[in-house]
């Protein structure tokens, strides 16, 4: 019997369209079916924040059910991986609450925008800021119950379902639990770096990378060996991703990240960038650092000064070169992967564009 090859995945811009157009059906369907027109003041503002992004989880879940050997209809692969958008939404608004952020991906941040849209509608500006924060905390809420509602939906045998549901709920929990250490670690300046590592394992690498890999996976019935090597790809670039990230959070462009480079310093994020520094600063160096990074009133001159330490207590670099080494675990991974060379080609080109970003 002639093995079936493993389908071929459309380019990137088709499956980010495959992935849209399942949120989109889904909400129309929401929609149509609210039990009044209030529901579309947080469906109009979970579509703006399902604009844009890398969905990068989604298109790691695809290619983790194309990395297990999948074949033939791909639609509930899709429907599996715009789950993990809505949860993602569901995480962004709920951190952006957390972090009193003003900007998600260059637009305003979801409770800014609701209390923003409050006011437009005739609702009294002393109680904009009130609502804002309740309604966004309703609105991760709702896609959080949606992301469980669209995968449950997603078509998959009740085998598969079994394999696939312990994995979300397994994801569900780390991130919480990354989210938890990062409010417990944030306005702490300390040299720890191995706590640092732990926040990033646990609030981005598993999540973002690792998870969605097992999901697509299992969602084509992945055997074991398959899943160890997503994790022996996911975890090293996850940890990339997350120091690269932490490293535009300082240096990056907001005109090109569409996030502030002011809120990590001004939030004072126990980042592995920031425990570097403090490991190796002078008592000056240190001083400066104890009187101006978590400091609400932090502005460009301020940031200035912390990165100048950053970069002559060669935090910056140190930084870099973790970078360039988990990148590299992560493509020595692939090199014994059980997976069909098209997959394992799109992961090197991920990774690569991952960690070499400047976005």
């Known amino acids: 019997m002639t093995q079936a090859l493993p389908t071929k995945l459309p380019d990137l811009s088709s499956l980010r369209q495959k992935v849209g157009a399942a949120l989109t059906g889904f909400l129309d369907t929401k929609e149509r079916a609210a039990p009044g027109i209030e529901l579309l003041h947080l469906t109009t503002a979970l579509r703006g924040l399902l604009t844009g992004g890398k969905r990068l989880r989604s298109l790691l879940c695809l290619y983790g059910w194309q990395a297990a050997g999948a074949t033939g209809d791909m639609t509930a692969a899709v429907r599996a991986a715009a ?69 449950r939906t997603a078509d998959l045998s009740p085998g598969r379902l079994a394999q696939v549901l312990p994995l979300v709920a397994e994801m569900r929990s780390e991130v919480m639990y990354g989210q938890l250490l990062d409010l417990q670690t944030t306005g702490r300046l300390t040299g720890d770096v ?67 480079i002011l809120d990590d310093l001004r939030e004072g ?19 400066t650092l104890r009187e101006l990074v978590g400091r609400s009133d932090l502005n460009e001159e301020h940031a200035a000064a912390v990165r100048t330490i950053l ?49």
């Open 83 to 151: 789950s993990l958008e809505l949860f993602q939404v569901f995480a962004l608004v709920h951190d952006d609450v957390m972090d009193d952020s003003d900007i998600r991906r260059g637009r305003p941040s979801a409770h800014r925008a609701l209390a923003t849209a409050y006011t437009d509608s005739g609702g009294p500006g002393s109680r904009a800021q009130a609502h804002g924060l309740g309604a966004a905390v309703l609105l991760g809420d709702l896609a959080l119950v949606w992301s469980d509602e669209l995968l």
């Open 194 to 260: 191995d706590t640092a590592l732990h926040v990033i394992r646990y609030k981005t690498a598993k999540y973002t990378i690792e998870r969605p890999l097992h999901i697509g996976a299992a969602v084509a019935g992945a055997t074991p060996p398959v899943l160890d090597a997503c994790t022996a790809f996911g975890i090293p670039l996850g940890e990339a991703f997350q120091l690269r990230d932490d490293l535009l959070g300082v240096f990056g462009d907001p005109a090109k990240t569409g996030k502030p």
């Open 269 to 287: 994020k126990a980042t592995v960038l920031m425990a570097l520094a403090v490991q190796r600063a002078s008592t000056a160096e240190l001083k």
């Open 311 to 359: 970069n002559s207590t060669g935090a910056r670099q140190t930084v870099e070169e973790m970078i360039t080494t988990r990148r590299a675990a992560a493509l020595a991974a692939l090199d014994n992967a059980p997976f069909p060379g098209s997959t394992t080609a799109s992961l090197r080109r991920l990774a690569l564009d991952a960690t070499a970003r400047q976005a």
